[in-house]
C-alpha cells in the first residue's frame, strides 16, 4: 500500500501507457529521456482540470483520468500530431487507494490505447487537480496552425456539437433523459473522440485548424483572428446527434453547439484544392467531417440561418475568468 509519494507513484504510475524506443528513460529519475524521431519536431500542449471548475466533485476517478488525458490529446490532433509522451501532476486531498487504484487504471487505458507513455511528473497535497502535459511529434513543416486560413476556404466540422455541454447538463442532473441518451451523451463529456487519426489525415491538405473546446464560436473565432480573416457559418449545416436534438430541442440544441464547449472536435478549413481530397476521405468513412461554412474577408465570425438572415449567439463560448 502506497504511504508517500514515492510508493505511490512506484505502485500506480511507474509503468502507464506504452513506452517505446523513444523513451529512453521514463518515470523514476529527474527527468525523462527522450527521442524524437528524425525530421519531426515537437508538438507540446498543457491542460489542467480541478474539482468543481472542470468536472463535478465526486465524479469517477477513471472517468476523470480519461478526461483529462483526452483533452491533452485534441490539441494534439488539432497540429496533426502523433502523441507519444506525457507527465502528470497530480494534487490529491489525500491519498484514497480505491480512488488511486481507478485513477491509474483509467489513465492507463486510454494511454495505451493511443500508444503514448507516461514518463514523469508531481504529486503533491491540496484539491484535486489533474494537470498533463502532452508531447507529441509532427514531421517539420506538415503541422497544422490556426494562421493559414485564406478567403474561399470551406469550413469543416468533425464529429456532432454540442453533446458535450449537453452530457455535463446530464451529469449534472439538469436534463430528464431515457438511459440510452444519458448514456451516449455523459459519455461524450467524460471520454471525448480525440481525433487524432483524423487530425493525422487532414493535414495533408487542412489550411488551418483547431480543436473545439470553449464552443464553435470562440474557437473559430481563434482561426479567425489568427488568419486576420472573418468566417461564416450556415447553422443549418452543423451537425447535431439525435441524443441532442432529443434531450435539448432545436433552440438549446443549436445554443450549444455554437457556444457550450467541452466538445473536442476539429473545427478546420480546406483549401478548393484539397476539397476532392477530403470528400473522398468522408466518402471512404475514414474522416467524419461536416462543412458548415466558408472562411470570407473581414473579421470575426458570422452565423446566419437557411436564409442568409445574421443571428444572434447568446454566448461566445466558455470563459476561463
Not at 473559430?220 to 447553422?235: M, P
Amino acid at each position: 500500500m502506497a504511504t508517500d509519494e514515492f510508493s505511490l507513484i512506484a505502485q500506480y504510475f511507474s509503468d502507464c501507457g506504452a513506452a517505446g524506443d523513444d523513451t529512453l528513460l521514463g518515470v523514476g529519475d529527474d527527468c525523462a529521456l527522450l527521442a524524437p524521431p528524425a525530421g519531426e519536431v515537437l508538438a507540446v500542449t498543457t491542460d489542467t482540470l480541478i474539482s468543481g471548475v472542470h468536472f463535478p466533485h465526486h465524479s469517477p476517478a477513471r472517468q476523470i483520468a480519461q478526461r483529462a488525458l483526452a483533452v491533452n490529446l485534441s490539441d494534439i490532433a488539432a497540429m496533426g500530431a502523433t502523441p507519444r509522451w506525457f507527465q502528470l501532476a497530480l494534487t490529491l486531498p489525500d491519498s484514497d487507494q480505491d480512488w488511486l487504484a481507478e485513477f491509474s487504471a483509467g489513465l492507463n487505458a486510454m494511454a495505451c490505447e493511443f500508444n503514448c507513455a507516461l514518463i514523469g511528473g508531481d504529486t503533491t497535497r491540496g484539491p484535486l487537480t489533474i494537470s498533463i502535459t502532452l508531447m507529441g511529434t509532427v514531421p517539420s513543416g506538415q503541422a497544422m496552425k490556426r494562421s493559414g486560413a485564406k478567403p474561399g476556404d470551406t469550413i469543416f466540422v468533425s464529429g456532432t456539437l454540442g453533446d458535450g455541454a449537453a452530457g455535463l447538463a446530464a451529469v449534472e442532473g439538469r436534463l430528464s433523459l431515457s438511459a440510452e441518451d444519458t448514456d451516449f451523451l455523459e459519455g461524450r463529456f467524460w471520454q471525448p473522440q480525440a481525433g487524432v487519426a483524423q487530425g493525422l489525415k487532414i493535414r495533408a491538405f487542412a489550411s488551418a485548424a483547431i480543436d473545439i473546446s470553449d464552443g464553435l464560436v470562440a474557437d473559430l473565432g481563434h482561426i479567425a483572428k489568427a488568419s486576420q480573416v472573418g468566417a461564416l457559418v450556415e447553422v443549418g449545416k452543423l451537425p447535431l446527434s439525435p441524443a441532442l436534438r432529443r434531450a435539448a430541442g432545436s433552440e438549446r440544441g443549436l445554443t450549444w453547439a455554437l457556444s457550450g464547449g467541452d466538445d473536442y472536435e476539429l473545427c478546420f478549413t480546406v483549401p478548393a484544392s484539397g476539397l476532392a481530397q477530403c470528400q473522398r476521405l468522408i466518402d471512404e468513412g475514414v474522416l467524419t467531417a461536416t462543412p458548415i461554412g466558408q472562411i470570407i474577408e473581414g473579421q470575426g465570425v458570422l452565423c446566419v440561418d437557411g436564409q442568409g438572415s445574421p443571428l444572434e449567439i447568446p454566448h461566445s463560448g466558455y470563459q476561463h475568468f
